[in-house]
């Protein structure tokens, strides 16, 4: 984990670009696992703010990156993953999509974000135990 809190904090805006859409991706198709149709999907800065403000990594985000936007730093997160071969996209989407509730409808409410945001949080904590372990 050592080495990923440095390209946080050195090269987080660099490496959100590329999580942007790695995130949008997961995102977009776990939504259309669950609803059970194609859906393309951005995900919201709101989204990703209150995703990092429920996962483990917030009160490491607000000592060690307080330069970077909290939805940075989530993005930054999936792209430092997936170029160290630690992210299996397939497993992202299979944990994402478990993690909204069954009756989980996207409505683009505030409820409907909570709810995301919770399972983006979820996904989150998961990645980083994982790449925990894996050090």
Known sequence: MKEIE???RNECQNYAKLGDSIIN???SASLSNKLKKPI?????NRV???ALDLSLLNKMARY???KCKKSDIIEALFGILWVRK??????????LTRSLPSNFLYNNTLSSDYELAKA??????FLIGHSHEKQ
């Open 86 to 95: 630690e992210l299996n996209i397939d497993e992202c989407i299979e944990y």
């Open 6 to 8: 440095i390209l946080l």
């Open 25 to 27: 991706f997961i995102c």
């Open 48 to 50: 990703l703010n209150t």
């Open 40 to 44: 393309g999907f951005k995900v919201s």
């Open 120 to 125: 983006i949080a979820a996904l989150v904590n």
């Open 64 to 66: 060690y990156f307080p």
